[in-house]
């Protein structure tokens, strides 16, 4: 047996880290999988390894969850709003259109009684050959723009610029794929609208609000570099910081002014965009840099006029203007520019989006076979132990020497109420995952 370590250690200076050969010379074992305790019938012998979840494993199962729920809500026949869907499919690949546009189907906003704003169309093309779209015709051209922020994938510009033209530019949603930096990529929808020969306005669907915070902001203001750019391959190139190029976006637009009850202040305003204060005094409107406390204070107060004395007269001074068309505010250093919004439901392209959503429904049964969603549309309080503890003191008595009376019991909540139209009716007022 000493012989035979000899030998191997002589082998292992060849062959093995220096270590791991003068472990051999000790006769010491090398295997590094852990051992079961001593002293137990199988004491001695190598345990099994316990692997960690691998994260696509929880990322599939997310995803069956979340197309459980969109199924519920395309069962319900009523209004399905926008969702934003986890994917495994990076912005930056051509790969898996089957997927791409199956699960932006099943994503997108639908109406309840045919009043559905309309989507771009999966078969957008100038020749419309046969293809793989769901008319059969070809699909539409997509195309990748990035940024170090920020990777989106969605139909071509000229593509998009094209149905807007060809339907006397409505309101219509654009599907999208997006990987912000540090982020999983996502899939959702995008609602555009152009109001003018190089200007877009866009705002990200996703749930009940429109705005999801920075990250919606700068999903919105990328489709629209996008859109607004003559180079469109360098367009997001060219906007180092999308927050910043939102912020001054809505900074054109100003701010709305509101009366107040008071008697010598007319109107005030606030553009959180640039905090700035308007008040207008008789026919003269001042601006101030306060905060939007002090605004709010000053608007919601009995004595508006007394507020602005003691809180905002003594702040800077800045200037500012009134459009005449909008009758907004901005500052004088921001260029304005009156905001349009998006229009009203056109009524075109009900056929695509009827097709979309059948095939929206198919795909989220399909691919949440066996799953029930899970969500808590009424969560019950905690029951109340009412019982007396072992060292709990009389109850106490009234002068009359009866005891007073104990407070009633809680009663037990109902169950939650689940199926298709609770689920539904929950989703309508409450925000989905968004950008």
């Not at 090398?30 to 994260?55: C, F, L």
């Not at 051209?141 to 994938?153: A, E, V």
């Not at 919601?300 to 500012?320: D, I, M």
């Amino acid at each position: 047996m000493a012989r035979f370590r000899r030998q191997h250690a002589g082998t292992c200076r060849r062959r093995c880290h220096p270590g791991t050969a003068a472990a051999h010379k000790q006769g010491m074992s090398i295997d590094s999988k852990p051992r079961q305790p001593k002293g137990i019938p199988v004491g001695g012998q190598y345990a099994a390894y316990a692997h960690a979840e691998p994260g696509n494993v929880l990322a599939a199962a997310r995803h069956r969850q979340a197309m459980a729920e969109r199924r519920e809500l395309f069962r319900a026949q009523g209004f399905v709003p926008a969702a934003t869907l986890r994917t495994l499919t990076s912005p930056t690949t051509t790969a898996h259109r089957d997927e791409w546009w199956n699960n932006n189907f099943v994503a997108a906003e639908y109406g309840a009684g045919g009043k559905n704003y309309p989507q771009m169309p999966d078969d957008n093309t100038p020749s419309m050959h046969e293809g793989q779209a769901m008319s059969g015709k070809r699909r539409t051209h997509r195309m990748n723009y990035g940024n170090n922020d920020i990777q989106l994938r969605m139909p071509s510009a000229t593509a998009i610029r094209r149905f807007s033209g060809d339907n006397g530019n409505p309101t219509f949603d654009v599907p999208v794929s997006v990987s912000l930096r540090g982020g999983a990529p996502v899939q959702g929808w995008v609602r555009v609208t152009k109001t003018g020969p190089h200007t877009w306005e866009t705002t990200t669907l996703g749930g009940a609000g429109a705005s999801n915070g920075p990250a919606s902001e700068q999903v919105a203001e990328a489709v629209a570099a996008v859109l607004e750019s003559r180079r469109v391959t360098t367009a997001l190139a060219k906007v180092p910081d999308l927050l910043a190029a939102r912020k001054a976006r809505e900074a054109a637009k100003g701010a709305a002014l509101t009366p107040v009850s008071s008697s010598w202040i007319n109107e005030v305003g606030f553009d959180e965009n640039t905090n700035t204060m308007a008040t207008r005094i008789g026919d003269k409107l001042y601006g101030h840099k306060v905060s939007k406390q002090f605004f709010e204070a000053m608007k919601t107060s009995e004595r508006p006029g007394q507020v602005f004395n003691k809180l905002v007269r003594a702040h800077q001074r800045t200037a500012v203007t009134q459009c005449g068309t909008c009758f907004r505010f901005t500052s004088a250093l921001v260029k304005h520019t009156c905001p349009t919004g998006h229009k009203a439901v056109s009524g075109i392209g009900q056929g695509h989006v009827e097709r979309a959503r059948q095939r929206a429904e198919a795909v989220a049964a399909s691919q949440s076979h066996g799953v029930n969603p899970v969500v808590n549309i009424a969560p019950a309080p905690a029951p109340v132990n009412t019982a007396p503890s072992r060292n709990a003191q009389p109850v106490p008595t009234k002068k009359t020497g009866f005891p007073a009376p104990r407070r009633p019991a809680a009663q037990p909540a109902t169950a939650p109420e689940t199926g298709p139209a609770a689920l539904a009716e929950h989703l309508k007022t409450t925000d989905t995952a968004g950008f």
